[in-house]
Nanobody, 115 residues
Framework: QVQLVESGGGLVQPGGSLRLSCAVS????????MGWYRQTPGKQRTLVAG???????NYTDSVKGRFTISRDNAKNMVYLQMNSLKPEDTASYYC?????????WGQGTQVTVSS
């Protein structure tokens, strides 16, 4: 069974950094494009960044230049390095395949950007 386990969230001041991690099990990880999504209460979950199996990367405009997605196929991990965080980045963050979501969501990790 597929498991997605996100970690690394927390409370950070504006301008700070966090690194999110997602441990993936139950699939042949290297065969799937992976993405990070975020959701705030009352809003839809949206794609923040995606990394294809060939390594090409997509970012939503609001995080370009600040966030970096990466993957480690040997460890079945996907990461999101978030720099220059803004209060509007506050959300629950999730990983899953992209552009289509193929698996059940994990529990997510909460990121709160506040002074």
């Amino acid at each position: 069974q597929v498991q997605l386990v996100e970690s690394g969230g927390g409370l950070v001041q504006p301008g700070g950094s966090l690194r999110l991690s997602c441990a993936v099990s139950g699939i042949i990880f290297r065969r799937y494009p992976m993405g990070w999504y975020r959701q705030t209460p009352g809003k839809q979950r949206t794609l923040v960044a995606g990394i294809n199996i060939g390594g090409s990367i997509n970012y939503t405009d609001s995080v370009k230049g600040r966030f970096t997605i990466s993957r480690d196929n040997a460890k079945n991990m996907v990461y999101l390095q978030m720099n220059s965080l803004k209060p509007e980045d506050t959300a629950s963050y999730y990983c899953n395949t992209f552009p289509s979501v193929l698996f059940n969501w994990g529990q997510g990790t909460q990121v709160t950007v506040s002074s």
